[in-house]
């Protein structure tokens, strides 16, 4: 069993609309909580981190942490074109730490 | 600022060659990090370093591969002898205790694409 679940879509929605997405993981261990954009071709580029549970936003992107049910989510309000790329959770059991990657969810914004 | 640069880009070579990655990390990061992902599968961790000393070398899949760096700075990967399950993307990432709010962003290269035919 794979130690970070994560849907690898093709995620496809038009411009304007909310995009969800969502990790599991099984360690109860893991403290930090990251999202990565990844546009193809390129390296990984963190929008997002939390440190245990709860909500944090930064801008269009608000992500949710909830460590009792081992649940991690990234939304993205009013989502534009340029939004299309893979989305990746990553997991860290302490700062500095090694990452856990899930596999990623690729994601469309038709215009 | 330049970021984490990958050198080469792109790999292929035959079973049982060797090949070496190189990453410069950002300037003054004395983490670095080497991943790596295989076709169809998550982003992997091999190892970390701290300076030039291995803080955790768990990742590595076995002893063909040989990561070093000396002096702190840049970082190599060596492959010998290379097999086809070597093939995939070769990423590194480097962070910085910076005494922030957070410490240890990991800001990843672009990666290093090794087809081993």
């Known amino acids: 069993q794979k130690e970070v679940e994560q849907d690898p879509g093709p995620l496809s929605v038009p411009e304007g609309a909310i995009v969800s997405l969502n990790c599991t993981y099984s360690n109860s261990a893991f403290q930090y909580f990251m999202w990565y954009r990844q546009y193809s071709r390129k390296g990984p580029e963190l929008l997002m981190y939390?440190?245990?549970?709860g909500n944090k936003e930064d801008g269009r992107f608000t992500a949710q942490v909830d460590k009792s049910s081992k649940y991690i989510s990234l939304f993205i309000r009013d989502s534009q074109p340029s939004d299309s790329a893979t989305y990746l959770c990553a997991l860290s059991k302490a700062a500095g730490n090694k990452l856990t990657f899930g596999g990623g969810t690729r994601v469309l914004v038709k215009p | 600022e330049a970021g984490v640069t990958q050198f080469p880009s792109h790999s292929v070579i035959e079973k049982g060659q060797t090949v070496t990655l190189r990453c410069d990390p950002i300037s003054g990061h004395d983490n670095l990090y080497w991943y790596r992902r295989v076709m169809g599968k998550e982003i992997k961790f091999l190892l970390h370093?701290?300076?030039?000393?291995?803080?955790?070398e768990s990742g590595m899949p076995n002893n063909r591969f040989l990561a070093e760096r000396t002096g702190g700075t840049y970082s190599t990967l060596k492959v010998q002898p290379a097999e086809l399950e070597d093939s995939g993307v070769y990423f590194c990432?480097?962070?910085?205790?910076?005494?922030?709010?957070?410490?240890?962003?990991?800001?990843f290269g672009p990666g290093t694409r090794l087809l081993v035919l």
């Open positions: 990432a480097s962070s910085q205790v910076d005494g922030g709010l957070f410490i240890g962003t990991q800001y």
């Open positions: 939390t440190y245990s549970s």
């Open positions: 370093f701290v300076k030039e000393s291995k803080q955790d």
